[in-house]
């Protein structure tokens, strides 16, 4: 049951965490880093990205726009991204029901009806859209930024293997 939803969350996870991994060697500088077109700092892209996939699974879980507070510093945001892969892999152990919706509020105040598919879909793009800005930062700053794709995810979980035919 939502054996295609486990990957992609999996991979998720698996991503930020490589990620974190490679930030957690960064001086404080370096941590302030930005590049025109990004999110922001990388410290700040990184926070952001946790607090924000909280929400979005806090929304599917609980019926509620709950609000997460992204720790201050990297071991924090392993800590909480750690929990945060803990807490989808428990949602889909359970019929996800795509279409059910929850209101929720806009920035602006505007209140949507949206499903649980839209919350979803969110959460992986999301996540994927600002890693990619904090690997040009890193990358603008001279610093190696690891291999985060999907086809990396399944070499370093298993998920693939080479065949002789």
Known sequence: MNDGLVDAFRHDAWAMRELLLVCQALSDEQMQATVAGTY???????????TAESRYCARVMTD????????????????????????????????????????????????????????????????NEHRAHVCTILTSIGVPAPSLGVWDYAEAAGRTRPTTR
């Open 64 to 127: 509620e726009d709950v609000r997460v507070e992204a720790g201050p510093s990297i071991a924090a945001l392993l800590e909480q991204a750690a929990a945060l892969a803990e807490r989808w892999e428990r949602y889909l152990t359970t019929p996800v029901d795509a279409e059910r919706t929850i209101t929720i509020a806009w920035p602006d105040g505007t209140r949507y009806e949206v499903p649980d598919g839209v919350h979803i879909a969110q959460a992986l793009h999301h996540g």
């Open 40 to 50: 922001g700092s990388i410290i700040d892209t990184l926070r952001h990205v946790v």
